[in-house]
């Protein structure tokens, strides 16, 4: 099983991999046949392919992502985090809590991310 | 399904159940057949009458649990809380984030505790 900080670096990864806007560097951190349920309720992206087409989004925007608080438990971690986009005058930040759960190698096999339209802020 | 706000109001019941130091109280949130599985990585408790007795300890312990944070998504709500037990002169303060499920009356039917021994505090 991964080490919790094993676990936590891949964390931190999947933080700088958003912040620099690189869907290869997120994809990089998934298992093979890893599933992406963002938000939680809607179908799944699945396999690595997929995930790195849903995650192209963040290559043409200024956005930064931010570890706020992270549990790890078993194989798995919760953590709370600040995604914050600016597009043109405007700053939206939301704050979504995740769960992963990874493999041997502490890469992702699973990311529910927990978070609604109505909890992003804008300013 | 239950509504987002059907889902928060379970989970500030279930705060107030803990700090209010009533197993039957927090029982009562929950659906038939419900698992808590408290770590993520142990045993699950399964079924009102497990989890009712796994709450028992809080009868005797001077607790208090507070929301920190929560995220609402289709049937699901992830949350950041902290829990203060005092023992003697000691506090001990934990702050787990748990991943909960909810049937259409918005009973809990399964909660996932992700923390780890080494994130309690004690001052």
């Given at each position: 099983m991964a080490s919790a900080e094993d676990i936590k670096n891949t964390v931190a990864s999947y933080m700088k991999a958003i912040s620099g806007k690189s869907a290869d560097a997120v994809a990089a951190l998934f298992a093979e046949g890893a599933t992406v349920e963002d938000p939680v309720g809607t179908e799944p992206k699945?396999?690595?392919?997929?995930?790195?087409?849903?995650?192209?989004?963040?290559?043409?925007?200024?956005?930064?992502?931010?570890?706020?608080?992270?549990?790890?438990?078993?194989?798995?971690a919760a953590f709370h985090f600040r995604v914050t986009t600016k597009a043109g005058d405007q700053t939206y930040v939301v704050e979504p809590i995740d769960v992963m759960t990874f493999d041997d190698d502490a890469k992702i096999t699973s990311t529910r991310a927990y978070w609604a339209q109505e909890d992003m802020t804008v300013s």
């Open positions: 699945r396999g690595v392919e997929e995930i790195r087409s849903f995650f192209t989004a963040i290559e043409s925007m200024d956005q930064t992502a931010e570890l706020l608080t992270i549990r790890v438990a078993g194989n798995s």
